[in-house]
């Protein structure tokens, strides 16, 4: 798997620029470059810094499409060597690969070969030669598992909906209300990123979606629903369905998200207004309660049946700036 680089802000020319440099192994996929740079297209650095979390994904698609293409050609080099299984050759991508068949791969490039008889010179040459296949072979095996995830033997095939189906069943929360909220939760992933296998999850699918979510949900609520995914990612791994969680990797941009609403105080009009409301006088007691310590609205909401039903009273505590 290749770790996605850090993006940071740099400024050209009085322009803000994405800056990121390329992994050492990608770097001849691109020329030998050691950077990629996008503009912001904007001078004002607040605006850059809202605008760096979409320009890094971006960056990091470019990445991941570029990423195929090397272990595409050592895969066939592998090929070529023979140490490549029949069953396996017609795959399209090697990142269908399990753990179990590089460790074959790895097996066969150690297979001694029984050459037909010949002159011992000529043996001599055909030694030497199967020496550096050997050798190669090896190399191009490990570069191949660096590039690749492996899929664990066992369970490449466990997908999101089972995953969190058995993950639930587990019970890892208690209070009823959390259990819903990481239903919910890995729900909104699953149908974001299709009910795919776990090893298929990216960090760049992972910062995709919390864009998505940033348009409409502060950066807390992000926070705490990917969080959510995260937990279930920890339990997949000691379950053995995933080798690694993907989500250790990610970093959510300190920009992203929707701001809090804020607000204000009534003034003595509006709380005139408010207490002279129709209601039932312990309601009157719970009013001054709120007016007097500042307790949210929204938690007594929550709690008190006899809250009142009025829609002009529940409109005016829960007014926002």
């Not at 019970?171 to 009910?195: M, N, V």
Request: net charge neutral; charged share 30%; glycine share 6%.
């Amino acid at each position: 798997m290749v770790e996605l680089p850090h993006t940071s802000l740099v400024l050209i020319k009085k322009k803000w620029y994405v800056n990121c440099t390329i992994p050492k192994d990608l770097r001849p996929l691109f020329k030998d470059r050691k950077q990629i740079r996008r503009s912001t297209g904007t001078a004002d650095k607040s605006r850059a810094e809202r605008l760096k979390h979409s320009i890094s994904s971006e960056i990091y698609e470019e990445l991941a499409k570029a990423k195929p293409d090397r272990t595409n050609a050592i895969f066939e080099s592998l090929c070529k060597l023979g140490v490549v299984p029949e069953d396996i050759e017609g795959f399209t991508s090697p990142d269908e690969l399990t753990e179990d068949d590089l460790k074959t791969m790895e097996i066969l490039a150690e297979a001694p070969r029984h050459p037909e008889p010949a002159l011992p010179e000529e043996m001599a040459m055909e030694a030497s030669g199967i020496e550096r296949g050997r050798v190669a072979a090896h190399e191009a095996i490990q570069e191949l598992r660096r590039l690749v995830t492996p899929k664990p033997s066992h369970s490449g095939s466990v997908v999101l909906s089972v995953t969190q189906r058995e993950y639930l069943d587990s019970k890892p929360y208690g209070p009823a209300k959390t259990i819903r909220d990481a239903e919910l939760s890995i729900g909104e992933f699953q149908a974001f990123a299709g009910d795919i296998p776990l090893s298929d999850v990216t960090a760049v699918m992972i910062h995709s979606y919390a864009e998505k979510l940033g348009g409409t949900k502060s950066r807390e609520t992000i926070a705490k629903k990917i969080g959510y995914v995260k937990r279930m990612y920890d339990w997949a791994v000691r379950k053995g369905y995933v080798e690694a969680n993907v989500f250790m990797t990610i970093t959510l941009d300190k920009k992203l998200g929707t701001a809090r609403a804020s607000y204000q105080p009534f003034s003595h009009d509006e709380l005139t207004k408010i207490f002279g409301l129709e209601m039932p006088e312990h309601l009157k007691t719970l009013l001054s309660i709120l007016v007097t310590t500042g307790t949210s609205g929204r938690m007594w909401c929550g709690g008190c049946r006899a809250w009142p039903t009025s829609d002009a009273l529940t409109n005016a505590i829960l007014q926002p700036v």
